[in-house]
């Protein structure tokens, strides 16, 4: 069972000052997330923008990508690990 309705109850009986700074401090926090428009599955923002940016790379030809023999290559060495 979640703690969530609990926590939730203390927090409701907390003075709204204090209510405020821990709603403050929880966004600041979560801030660096992101939760995807299709699912809800949260995100590191940090990834994503690694992820376009490698995708950017990759539509303008800057990175080649790998071929199909090298990938098996890759996926045996980690697959072995």
Do not use: C, H
């Amino acid at each position: 069972m979640s703690a969530y309705p609990e926590i939730l109850k203390e927090v409701q009986k907390m003075p709204i000052t204090e209510q405020f700074k821990l709603f403050n401090t929880l966004k600041n926090s979560l801030s660096k997330y992101i939760e995807t428009e299709d699912s809800e599955e949260i995100i590191l923002a940090e990834e994503i923008a690694e992820s376009e940016q490698a995708w950017r790379e990759y539509i303008t030809g800057k990175d080649k990508g790998i071929n199909s023999q090298d990938l098996k290559k890759k996926l045996l060495i980690a697959e072995n690990v």
